[in-house]
C-alpha cells in the first residue's frame, strides 16, 4: 500500500462544516503517527452544491468519487433544498450509485458519559439497500405512491442475495468481535419480506460453526437492547428495523452525537455520523464530533481490513483510545454536559493520537 491515503470530503450542511474538518484533522494526526500522509480532495455535496451546481450531488461529484475508495460525508438538511431537488437525499444517491449495502453502526458506552446502559456494546449490521425505506427498494421511482388522494401505499423489498450478503457482513464483523449473532425480525407478521431475510441469515449461519446465532422479533428486541444490553453483540436486521435500533442503541450508549456509522460496498465505504444536520445549532461551535471522529475511525478499520496495512487499524485504535481518554476527563461539548466547543474538543483529541 502507499503511504498517502486519499480521502473525498463532501462537508454537507448545517454542522457538517463544523465536525467533518475536526474528524479528517483527528485522522490525519492519527495516520501521521503511522507514518501515513492524508490527501484530501473536497467535492460539491448539499446545500452548497445547489448553489453552485444546481443539484446536491452534481454529476461532478458522481464522477469524480469513482477515483476515491474512501470519502468523509457530513450530514444533509434535504428538507430546506428547493422542492425540485428534494428528493432523493443526498445519501441515497450515493448508497444507490455505488452499492453501499452495508450500514454499520455500532454503539458502546464510554467512561466520562452517563449512559442508560453502561454495559452495552453492540454492532448493528443494517442491511442498506432495500426493505421499506422508499429511496432503496424500487430500481426506478420511489417505493411510496397514492393510487387516490385517500389512499397511500408502500412497497417493501427484500431479496435472498441482499439478504445473505448482509448476513456474511455480519459473521464477519462476529469473528472479529465477540462470536454472537442475533438475527433481528418479524417473521411472525411480515413472514414472507421478513421471512425470507431470517431464512437467508440462519442458512449463511452455518458457514459459520465458530459463531453463535439466536434471533429476535424486532419488538422483543427493543425492549432486551433495555433490558439486558451486555447479552448482545452483532445485531443483522433489515433497513427499518436497523434504522430505528441504532438509534435506540446510541442513546442507551449515551447519546446519538456519540454514534459512528460506515455505509459500505464490497469496495467502496463513506463515514457518515448517525445524526443528521442540526441546523438549530449550525454555526455556533458547539456541535458535538465524537461521531464524525468515530466514523473516520471506523473508516480506516474498513480499510485496513480490506488492505492488509496494519497502520491503519493501529490509527483507528488511537483515535478511540483519545476519544474515551478526552471524554473520561471530563472534556465534552455541551449535549454531554461539558463546556467544550467543537474545535476544543477536536484539538484535545488531537494532541492525544499525536
Keep these: 500500500m502507499t503511504d498517502t491515503l486519499r480521502l473525498a470530503l463532501l462537508e454537507g450542511d448545517g454542522i457538517g462544516p463544523e465536525v467533518v474538518p475536526v474528524a479528517v484533522d483527528v485522522a490525519t494526526r492519527a495516520l501521521a503517527a503511522q507514518g501515513l500522509t492524508v490527501e484530501t480532495t473536497a467535492l460539491p455535496f448539499g446545500a452548497a452544491a445547489v448553489e453552485s451546481d444546481g443539484a446536491p450531488v452534481p454529476a461532478s461529484t458522481l464522477d469524480a468519487l469513482e477515483k476515491f475508495d474512501l470519502w468523509v ?3 444533509h438538511d434535504s428538507a430546506s433544498y428547493p422542492a425540485e431537488v428534494r428528493y432523493p437525499p443526498p445519501g441515497a444517491v450515493l448508497r444507490k450509485q455505488f452499492g453501499l449495502y452495508a450500514n454499520l453502526r455500532p454503539a458502546r458506552a464510554v467512561s466520562g458519559v452517563t449512559a442508560t446502559a453502561p454495559d452495552i456494546d453492540v454492532l448493528v449490521v443494517r442491511e442498506n439497500s432495500e426493505g421499506l425505506y422508499a429511496d432503496r427498494n424500487m430500481t426506478i421511482g420511489s417505493g411510496e405512491f397514492m393510487p387516490t388522494p385517500d389512499v397511500a401505499l408502500a412497497v417493501g423489498v427484500v431479496t435472498r442475495a441482499a439478504s445473505e450478503r448482509i448476513a456474511v457482513e455480519a459473521f464477519e464483523a462476529a469473528r472479529r468481535r465477540r462470536g454472537h449473532v442475533t438475527v433481528v425480525h418479524k417473521a411472525n407478521v411480515l413472514r414472507l419480506t421478513t421471512g425470507l431475510f431470517r431464512d437467508e441469515c440462519l442458512a449463511v449461519a452455518e458457514r459459520y460453526p465458530d459463531v453463535r446465532v439466536d434471533e429476535q422479533h424486532v419488538d422483543a428486541m427493543a425492549a432486551l437492547l433495555v433490558r439486558r444490553p451486555a447479552d448482545f453483540d452483532v445485531i443483522v436486521t433489515e433497513n427499518l428495523f436497523g434504522d430505528i435500533l441504532s438509534d435506540l442503541a446510541a442513546e442507551l ?5 456519540l454514534a459512528p456509522s460506515i455505509n459500505a460496498s464490497d469496495t467502496r465505504a463513506m463515514a457518515q455520523a448517525v445524526h443528521g444536520a442540526a441546523p438549530d445549532i449550525a454555526g455556533r461551535g458547539i456541535a458535538d464530533p465524537v461521531a464524525m471522529i ?16 496494519s497502520r491503519l487499524s493501529a490509527a483507528a485504535d488511537a483515535i478511540d483510545g483519545a476519544v474515551a481518554h478526552v471524554l473520561g476527563e471530563g472534556i465534552a461539548t455541551a449535549d454531554l454536559g461539558g463546556g467544550a466547543s467543537t474545535s476544543e474538543f477536536g484539538a484535545a483529541v488531537a494532541a492525544q493520537v499525536g
Design 294 to 309: 468515530g466514523s473516520g475511525a471506523m473508516l480506516l478499520r474498513w480499510h485496513a481490513a480490506r488492505s492488509g496495512d
Design 253 to 257: 450508549s449515551g447519546s446519538l452525537g
Design 73 to 75: 460525508v457530513g450530514p
